[in-house]
Each structure stands twice: as C-alpha cells, then as structure tokens.
C-alpha cells in the first residue's frame, strides 16, 4: 500500500515477419506499458509504421470532423456493434457526402444571414433620421454625410468655416448635414466637431420598409437554417452510432499501425520494451507465447527498484525459465534472423544492464478499494514517483479525522455523506466520483465524532438523551464552548499540537526510510536530524521547563488532561534538568540535547537549511487551526440555534428553550438566566424569520465546513505532511491496448 506496484521490464524479440501478429497479441492483452526506442544502439533505427496506417488515419480524422460537424456525443452511441472495414468504406464515404452537403448549405446560410444582420444594424440609424435614402446621395451640386454627433457642435464647426450653404437634419443624435460645397472640404470642415460618419447603405425610399424588408429576408434565412439544423440532426440520429463505433474502430487500427515507431528494428528483426506489473509477467509470457509461439522470445530484463529521486538503484536479473530461448537475462542472445543481429541486453560489469530506454517505470499505485477515492487528492500535488511513498493510506488514514474532529456533529455528518454517496453513485465523472468516497469518509468521521461530542445540528439532543439513556452523565467529550466544559477547548488545542507533532512525524519517518535507499548517514542527517529537532523541542515544551508551556499544559491542578471529567492523568513529561546555565540561573533540560544533537547533524547535511530550523516549531502550530475551525464552528451553529430556539444559562451551561419558553426559565432561574428569547417564542412573523435564519444559517455552516474545515485539513496534508517526504512526479501506467465502449469482436 504504502509503494506503488512492483514493475519489471520486458523485452520482446522477434522477426519482423512475425511482428504484426505480435502488436495483435499484445494489444489483446493490454498489459505492456512500451517503452520509445532511444535510437542509441549501434544498427538499430525506429521502426516504420505498418501498411496502410496513413490511410487508416486519414480515416480517422474524417470520422472526428463528421462527429464534430453532427455533434455526436456519448450519450448517442447505442448499442455496441461489430464494425467491419467493408462497412466503414462504404458508409462513411456516405455519410461524408450528406454531411458536408448540409454543412456547407449551414455555412451559406449563416454567411448570408451574418450579412443581413449587419444591413439591418447600419440600417437602423437612417430609421431614427427617417429620410428616404434616396435623398441621401446623387446629387450634383450638394454634398450629403450622415453620422452621429452633437448638432449644436456641428453647427457651430460649419458656421466658422469656408462653408456657406448648408443645412441640418437631426434626430436623436442622427444627424444628416446637406451642403453646397465640395465633398472633402466638408469632410475637413467636421473634423473639429463630434462626429461620427456612417455609410449611407444600398437601397431607395423610406428606410423603415427597406429595414422591414430585411427583416423578413433574415426571418427566411433563419427558417432555411433550422431547417438545414433539422436535417443535420437527423443524420446525427441516425449515424451517431455508426460513427462512434468507427472511431473507435479505426482508433484502435491507428494505435496498432503506428506502434513499431517505438521499437528498435533492423532489416530483419524488432526489438519491443516495455514495462508490467512483476506479479503478471508469468501471465504475460504465457499468454504472447500461446498467441504468437516460438516466432518471439520473451525475456524479462529487470525487476526494478527505484529510489525516490527516479534512479535506478539495481536491478534484480532474473533467468527465465525454459521457453523462448531460455536464455539468461542479461546475456548476449542471437536475434531471430539469421543475420545475429545482437539484443541490446548485455551484462554490463556494474552488474546492470543495457536496455533501450533509461526512462522511470510506470507507477500503479497499489491501495484498497476504499482507500482509492483519496488517490485523486494526491494527484493534485503530483502522481507518487516509483519507490516514492504513496502517501495515500496516510491521507486517507488522517484527512476523514482531521475533518471529523473539526466539525464534530451527527447532522452534518449524515448529510455530508448523503451528498457524497450522491456524487459517487449517480455521476460519471472519475475525479467527482473520487470527491464522493471523500465525502463520505469525512461525512462518517464527522457523525462519529458528532455522537462523541453529543451534538445534531448544534443542538445537545444526544449528550442529553442518548448518552444518560446508557448510564453516562452526559456525552464522552464536550467542544469547549460552553463555560462549564471550558477545559476542553484548552485540551483540544493541545490535543492538536499532540497530532501535529506525531503527524509531521510520520513524514519524516517516512523520508528516513527513503534515504535509507543512499545510505544510513544521509538518513541520520537528513531526516533523522529533523525527528531529533521535533521532538527535543516539544518534549521540552511540554515538560514544562523554565516556563516554556503555559501552566494548562503540565500542572496537575490546571492540566486540562488531569482535571477534566475523566481525569485523564497527563501532566507533562519531567523536565530533566542537568544543569543551571552560568549567568543566567536558567536550568538546561536533556530534552534540549536532543534538539540541539539535531542541528547539528542539520548543520552537517546541509547547513543552508539551518535557517529553516524552527520549522519545527511553526509547523506544529499550524495544527492549532483544528481546535480553532472546532471553536468556530461550534460557535456558529450555536449562534444560528440561540436565535431560533432561544436559550438560557445554569451552572455554566446552555440550554436551548426547545421544550419551555423563557417565562419558565425565569421562574425558576431568574431574567438574568435568559441569553436571548428566541425568535419561536415571539409571535408568527418573528417564527417565519427565525425559520429562515435557522435553515440558512445551518446550510451556511455545512458549506463552510466544507470550505474552512476540508481546505484546513487538505492544507495540513499539502503543506506541513507532503512537504516532509513527498516529491511526486510519476509516469502513469499506459499499457498498449484500448478498452472497448462502442464496438465489440463478437
């Protein structure tokens, strides 16, 4: 769980007469993640695409376009088909014909229909002005220009200029200006005023029946386009399917046609590379073998194991046993044509050997079906190199409390996990479906939590029925928010530096048994001096020394672990003090041995990330935020229930007038017991209000929880977890086949 599947590295030899039927083979089995030929072995060259692979996707990319052009989709395929070469050659040049007939008729339309609209927005100033066009223009002696500008302007422009004769025109800021004079030199005399010149369009008479004449040419062309539509989903209709199917089709040809352009090859003979899941390989070697027989030989180059900075760190030969050749891997072998043509796959005196690609394998992340919802989180920092640490059992193990803890009620809880089993089961998407199993871990987690802390919806139904119906006084933990259980938010907020400190940890446990993979004095400096650091530092912090830690930490009249309900004893490590510091009269705890032991092995790593030390301070303190997003929560579902409900105060505690109005709780605790009335118990219109804050404010508190508590809880995984071990940055396992949707061999 905790690495990605085991891979190893096949190679597949043969004679090129054989290796058509070997892509067959292997595509069948969809297993073997090829590897691209480097080009570096002396007399090897990539490999040519099969006959007629061009023609295939030249094909292909029709049928794309036609699904483009009709809009095809999905949800049109219908049933799976088996579709031959013979239909395809003859159908699609079918359908290509229909198709681009009624495309091309689209395309003329909206052309025409384009320029009418255009006609028709030129038109419409001239139908403010509201002179006939034809006295716009032809005149011999007089020069016309219509725009749109500020007549008064205009006027003035034109009476200060050369210009005698003239005479405006003005509607709505429409104005046509007619004047006895030169065209330019009118043209010259409105550049000092504001104005804007439109063209005076095509056409005669009045402009309001040639713009109504336009409007009835753009009603008739969007008639012949709807109706050109009409038919163009009709053939979509019809040949969606068939369509659909053939792209799968010809996809898959495609795929196979061009796979020799990543083997190794010589006149004779190819050379495949590839990687598989180790587990399979025997699955593998058997099925090739009983498909193509002795025209291959298999062999199985490596088993890899990979440090996490991707390089190989060795490789486990493995001699294959009988069968297609029963050569030794790692040994020099004759290639299948009588030419010798030698396999790149020779023992090399490092013990390693020469293959056709240095690239990392693939990585299948290997976790539980319950735990793979959490594997898209991960993937959005990065896909887990090979031999990195997934740390996705680690999320999933963390992030559901992390937001439990944070949210704590058995309302939200269901609902949460009613809208995550809504996106899991009911949509198609993978990464939504992903944030559905999410959902519902964080939702089950936040309504475990819920009945711990004995709260539905803010209200203390549980902690006050449930619980005492099994003989307890009221619920196993409290929030915090209320006087008489204030010791809880003090103990969750070490409780939550506590996690932080195991948390952080783990990340770095986990990169110390990484650089394990370089040597023990990396791992001891490198990580181990980080772990020395961490807890040296809160060991001294909660042994209380020298005032470090408030008293709520360690005292035993004051630590939240020792005087809560439950007593649960925790009252700080001892101090250990070994010494007095000179000058000072401060004592020196061992707990700072550790710390200080861890600097310096820092200091001898890298001394640059000295600076960075107190990161294990600061660090720690970012997990203060899950007692503070508790408080505030809380807080706020209170608040939302205080207006509607109403509540009064006794003995430390809130209660909410569910069951009385507040004349009772003045009789018997007095008006200063009433913390608000509630907007219930104040007539019909205060009810209909309080019912919508009591409804609002609660979907207010789920999004947020949403927004405060998953977004607090991704970023302690993201910033303060990942950043310790994590780097990322895996290939995906893209094995060369195709899963069929649309079409079928049967």
Not at 179 to 194: N, P, R, W
Not at 507 to 518: P, V
Not at 659 to 682: N, Q, R, T, V
């Amino acid at each position: 769980m905790l690495r990605p599947e085991k891979m190893c590295r096949v190679s597949v030899t043969g004679s090129k007469r054989a290796m058509e039927q070997t892509i067959e083979a292997v595509h069948d089995l969809d297993m073997l993640h090829v590897t691209e030929y480097d080009g570096s072995w002396d007399g090897f060259e990539p490999g040519n695409s099969l006959e007629g692979t061009n023609e295939v996707s030249d094909k292909l990319v029709t049928v794309r376009s036609l699904q483009s052009i009709l809009d095809v989709s999905e949800e049109d395929a219908g049933p799976t088909r088996v579709v031959t070469d013979e239909a395809i050659e003859e159908q699609l040049d079918e359908v290509r014909t229909a198709v681009n007939e009624l495309d091309d008729r689209r395309d003329d339309v909206r052309d025409k229909l384009r320029a009418v609209e255009d006609r028709i927005n030129t038109m419409a100033p001239f139908v403010t002005l509201g002179i006939d066009l034809d006295l716009l223009r032809g005149y011999d002696s007089l020069s016309v220009v219509v725009g749109e500008g500020d007549s008064d302007e205009i006027e003035t422009v034109l009476a200060a200029s050369d210009i005698e004769t003239f005479e405006l025109f003005t509607e709505d800021g429409v104005v046509a200006v007619f004047a006895q004079a030169d065209e330019d030199a009118l043209q010259d005399a409105l550049v000092g005023a504001t104005f804007s010149r439109l063209e005076v369009p095509e056409g005669d008479g009045d402009p309001t029946s040639y713009l109504e004449e336009l409007e009835h040419e753009k009603q008739q062309l969007e008639s012949k386009l709807s109706t050109v539509e009409d038919e163009l989903n009709e053939l979509r209709l019809d040949h969606a399917g068939f369509l659909l199917a053939a792209e799968e089709k010809l996809a898959i040809e495609a795929q196979k046609g061009e796979a020799p352009l990543t083997f190794a090859t010589t006149e004779n003979a190819f050379i495949a590379e590839g990687w598989i899941p180790n587990e399979r390989y025997e699955e593998f070697e058997q099925a090739l073998s009983s498909a193509v027989g002795d025209a291959v030989d298999i062999d199985r180059i490596e088993i890899a194991e990979y440090d996490s900075d991707g390089h190989a760190e060795s490789h486990e030969e493995v001699e294959r046993e009988g069968g297609n050749g029963g050569e030794p891997v790692g040994s020099s072998v004759d290639a299948p044509e009588p030419e010798s043509e030698r396999q790149p796959q020779e023992t090399v005196a490092d013990g390693g050997v020469i293959t056709m690609g240095s690239d990392d394998p693939p990585v299948i992340q290997d976790n539980p079906s319950g735990v793979r919802p959490f594997e898209d989180l991960v993937e959005v920092v990065n896909r887990p190199k090979y031999g990195e640490f997934d740390p996705t059992v680690a999320f999933f193990l963390t992030f559901p409390a992390f937001f439990g803890f944070m949210i704590g009620d058995l309302g939200y809880g269901l609902l949460y996990l009613a809208l995550g089993y809504g996106l899991y089961s009911k949509v198609d998407s993978d990464v939504l479906k992903s944030l559905g199993g999410v959902a519902m871990w964080a939702g089950g987690f936040t309504a475990l939590f819920g009945v711990l802390y004995g709260e539905v919806f803010g209200l203390h139904t549980i902690s006050n029925v449930f619980w005492p119906a099994l003989g307890f006084k009221s619920a196993p933990m409290h929030k915090g928010l209320q006087p008489h259980y204030a010791d809880y938010a003090l103990a969750w907020l070490t409780v939550s530096l506590l996690a932080g400190t195991v948390h952080l940890a783990a990340g770095w446990i986990f990169d110390f048994i990484e650089n394990l993979s370089h040597s023990l004095w990396d791992a001891v400096t490198e990580s181990g001096s980080w772990l020395l650091m961490l807890f040296g530092l809160w060991a001294w912090v909660f042994s209380g020394a020298n005032g470090a830690a408030p008293d709520f930490l360690y005292t035993a009249e004051a630590g939240v672990f020792a005087g809560n309900p439950y007593a649960w004893g925790f009252t700080g490590l001892p101090a250990i003090n070994l010494f007095t510091i000179p000058g000072l009269g401060a004592p020196f705890s061992a707990w700072l041995i550790l710390f200080f032991a861890g600097l310096v092995l820092l200091a001898l790593a890298d001394p640059i990330e000295v600076v960075e030390f107190l990161n294990v301070l600061v660090n720690v303190l970012s997990y203060t935020r899950l007692a503070a997003v508790l408080l505030a929560k809380a807080g706020m579902a209170f608040v939302v229930n205080l207006l509607f409900f109403g509540a009064y105060s006794h003995d430390g505690e809130f209660h909410f007038l569910i069951g009385h109005g507040p004349e009772w709780a003045i009789s018997e605790y007095g008006a200063e017991a009433i913390m608000f009335p509630g907007l219930i118990h104040s007539g019909i219109a205060a009810a209909l209000v309080g019912v919508l804050i009591l409804v609002i404010g609660h979907l207010l508190v789920l999004v947020l929880g949403i927004t405060s508590a998953g977004l607090q809880g991704v970023r302690l995984e993201y910033v303060e977890f990942f950043g310790k071990f994590f780097e990322g940055g895996g290939k995906r396992y893209n094995p060369f086949g195709y899963e069929r949707t649309y079409t079928t061999e049967d």
